[in-house]
Nanobody, 125 residues
Framework: QLQLVESEGGLVQPGGSLTLSCTAS????????IAWFRQAPGKEREGVSC????????NYADFVKGRFTISRDKDKNTVYLQMNNLTPEDTAIYYC??????????????????WGQGTQVTVSS
């Protein structure tokens, strides 16, 4: 079993930056691929980015390519999502999730079975 805890989100102005972290507990952390998803009010949950267990493979949704960067620090059991050039359309609850399919770079929510509690990110002036 993997426990995932997201860092606190926050309020950011358009064009600003924010880095989210997802810290995992459990001895099997290093075998899990980790992804970030988000869900805005009235919309379905969508995949944002993911990183394989090794950290060598990543995947990004088209709407964040060039703006968001995912990384993982194996010593800290943490995956980061650096978000730059944020727009109001990025406003959502952001969740990190894990799958034991260690090489996965999927952005499909149903393929992930361990989830964090979510953190609110609001982009507004």
């Amino acid at each position: 079993q993997l426990q995932l805890v997201e860092s606190e989100g926050g309020l950011v102005q358009p064009g600003g930056s924010l880095t989210l972290s997802c810290t995992a507990s459990g001895s099997t952390w290093r075998f899990y691929a980790i992804a970030w998803f988000r869900q805005a009010p009235g919309k379905e949950r969508e995949g944002v980015s993911c990183i394989s267990a090794s950290g060598r493979a990543t995947n990004y949704a088209d709407f964040v390519k060039g703006r968001f960067t995912i990384s993982r620090d194996k010593d800290k059991n943490t995956v980061y999502l650096q978000m730059n050039n944020l727009t109001p359309e990025d406003t959502a609850i952001y969740y990190c999730a894990g799958t034991s399919t260690w090489a996965s770079t999927s952005l499909r929510p149903y393929e992930y079975d361990q989830w964090g509690q979510g953190t609110q990110v609001t982009v507004s002036s």
